[in-house]
């Protein structure tokens, strides 16, 4: 069974940072693709970046150049990494890992991890 457990968030101010971390139960290469979504009250959840486990990484436009993504096999850890944030970034983080076996894709997510940006 695949655990994904975040930490991390907590209330920032307008153009402050915050680093999430979500630690897995296995080897994060060991996943397709791990990726970070969130959701906001009352709205859909969105994705926000992804990594694969060759390095390749893809962001929402809204938080291009100010987050970064990034994942430690040897600690079983992904990150992210949230600079200049703002009051729209505010929601649920959600750590999301995409498995792909024998043709089939199996999806894990972890509890997720409040994140408030106070004007």
């Known amino acids: 069974q695949v655990h994904l457990v975040e930490s991390g968030g907590g209330l920032v101010q307008d153009g402050g940072s915050l680093r999430l971390t979500c630690l897995a139960s296995?080897?994060?290469?060991?996943?397709?693709?791990t990726a970070w979504y969130r959701q906001a009250p009352g709205k859909s959840r969105e994705l926000v970046a992804v990594?694969?486990?060759?390095?390749?990484?893809t962001y929402a436009a809204s938080v291009r150049g100010r987050f970064t993504i990034s994942s430690f096999n040897a600690k079983n850890t992904l990150h992210l990494q949230m600079n200049s944030l703002k009051p729209e970034d505010t929601g649920v983080y959600y750590c999301?890992?995409?498995?792909?076996?024998?043709?089939?894709?199996?999806?894990?997510w972890g509890q997720g991890t409040q994140v408030t940006v106070s004007s």
């Open positions: 990594i694969t486990p060759s390095g390749k990484t």
């Open positions: 296995i080897h994060i290469n060991t996943f397709n693709a």
């Open positions: 999301n890992a995409d498995n792909l076996i024998l043709g089939h894709h199996y999806e894990y």
